[in-house]
């Protein structure tokens, strides 16, 4: 998830585990989600954490791709659970991945080594987990062979993509009702007009505001169903 306001005390609420300011808490799938009190906001679904991501993202996005070669775009790197689930899927299908993620308010070491993810869902490969926030920002990392990783520390309302352009927008800001800026119809114009043709925003939200805003920036939205613990999400399609 990607936090865009607050920016003085939000970065203070993430400065580790030792305070009650963030929270870790296992979710129903047994994956790890965390649940910042003072905004009343969990970064995944207590349904379900891997579950919501696979569903979301991986089952809805990636892999209705048809391309061999990705660009993918995430708003919010978060716990980085969606980077290696996207890692792990390129290395299944073998598909070359180049993922660019936007992120404010990188995790401390001492949050991000405590999420279970990696040993929960590969334990072999639990340490390209880790790698995936250690690595540098502002530039491309080669993880695997396959996957290639840029983290950026970006407002996705003040960036300048230039002439960057993606097959697959993962857009995972928190919800609309605790970050309503990052949902306006304007902010969606800026990602149409960097998504390529048949190209793909995939996101866990299904509120009419932001289908509206969707369509309105050009995109064919579909309602698809939801993860666990929600009734429908949202996939959008650039003709």
Not at 33 to 61: C, K, R
Not at 177 to 203: A, C, N, V, Y
């Amino acid at each position: 998830m990607l936090l865009l306001y607050w920016s003085g005390l939000f970065s203070c609420y993430l400065c580790g585990m030792n305070t009650p300011n963030i929270i870790l808490e296992e979710t129903k799938d047994g994956s790890h989600t965390l649940f910042v009190p003072a905004l009343d906001e969990h970064y995944h679904s207590v349904n379900g954490a891997v579950q919501e991501s696979m569903h979301v993202f991986i089952d809805a996005g990636l892999r209705k791709v048809a391309t061999d070669k990705v660009q993918v775009l995430e708003v919010g790197f978060g716990t980085g659970l969606n980077a290696f689930l996207t890692l792990l899927e390129s290395e299944k299908w073998q598909k070359q991945v180049h993922f660019t993620s936007l992120e404010l308010y990188p995790l401390a070491e001492d949050i991000y080594g405590r999420l279970n993810y990696g040993e929960l869902i590969l334990p072999e490969k639990a340490d390209l987990f880790i790698k995936l926030h250690q690595v540098g920002w502002e530039r491309s990392v080669e993880i695997t062979p396959l996957f290639h990783l840029q983290k950026k520390k970006a407002d996705l309302c003040q960036h300048d993509f230039g002439d960057e352009m993606y097959d697959l927008i993962y857009f995972d800001a928190f919800a609309p009702d605790k970050q309503p800026e990052m949902w306006q119809p304007e902010l969606f114009r800026k990602l149409f007009d960097h998504t390529r043709s048949g190209g793909i925003l995939t996101t866990y939200c299904a509120k009419g505001v932001v289908r509206r805003a969707m369509q309105a920036a050009g995109y064919t939205v579909e309602r698809l169903q939801g993860p666990p613990g929600k009734r429908e999400m949202l996939r959008a399609t650039k003709p």
